[in-house]
């Protein structure tokens, strides 16, 4: 089945519309009893397969967005570009928020694994972002940034909630995953002061929150011998996802792009 729903997606001509539909519409429904009408394979017994799919075509087709030529390229394909990275980190967004209702460790583990893979290649293209934040796409820039900031935060939650758990897949995975999260913070905040433009970032306390969004005390438990080597990523657990969408829903108050 996650063959054929990657083939599906590939060789469509429009494959960024059929992510957005797959992500937004579809993975809902497979979740569900009844599965998907237009789609009887996707259902809850398929629901991982299918998600490590979207996952990984969701991180590849932001891979294929070329800002490389961008000195050459003209309004109309800078604004086309901008809308598949966005489109795609949204679709990202919705594929993460999954987590509040589907945790097995297949599909959290996914989330670590494609979400670093993810924030990496966004970095990369942070430059070529920044020449477009202070013409008429600066929305649109602000709008991609500010969706893949939704994920991170739920990236936060899985990295803590692995550690709770004691779940050595994903406490093997946090360091990198939130070595990445800082680095995507910062370069994000420099982007912002080199353009003369920080009153669009801010900064804040992140709450600490478990896969289905609930706030947990902010007393941390007692630390045990065997988390004692983790004790630095613990202390940057609020610094480091400090990058957030003001008009969230999410009540949590942090750093962010306005």
Do not use: W
């Amino acid at each position: 089945v996650a063959h054929i729903v990657a083939l599906h997606i590939r060789t469509n001509a429009n494959r960024v519309k059929v992510l957005e539909d797959l992500c937004h519409e579809k993975l809902a429904d497979a979740m569900g009893q009844a599965g998907v009408a237009d789609y009887p394979v996707l259902c809850q017994t398929t629901f991982d397969g299918l998600f490590k799919v979207l996952m990984k075509e969701v991180v590849n087709a932001y891979c294929e967005i070329d800002f490389s030529g961008e000195k050459h390229l003209t309004e109309a394909v800078v604004g086309r570009c901008l809308r598949e990275g966005t489109i795609s980190t949204a679709c990202f967004e919705a594929l993460m928020k999954c987590t509040e209702h589907h945790q097995s460790h297949k599909v959290i583990g996914t989330c670590l694994k494609h979400g670093k893979s993810l924030v990496v290649e966004v970095m990369k293209s942070l430059p070529s972002l920044s020449k477009h934040i202070k013409g008429p796409n600066r929305e649109p820039v602000l709008r991609l940034i500010s969706s893949l900031q939704q994920s991170t935060r739920i990236m936060q939650r899985i990295c803590n909630h692995g550690k709770v758990q004691k779940n050595v897949a994903l406490v093997a995975q946090v360091p990198g995953v939130k070595r990445v999260m800082e680095s995507f913070i910062y370069k994000v905040q420099n982007m912002c002061e080199k353009n003369n433009i920080l009153g669009a970032f801010r900064i804040g306390v992140l709450k600490q929150r478990t896969l289905d969004g609930r706030t947990v005390s902010s007393q941390p438990p007692n630390p045990t011998e065997e988390d004692s080597s983790n004790n630095n990523d613990d202390t940057n657990d609020k610094e480091e996802e400090r990058v957030s969408e003001q008009s969230s829903s999410d009540s949590e108050d942090e750093s962010g792009v306005n």
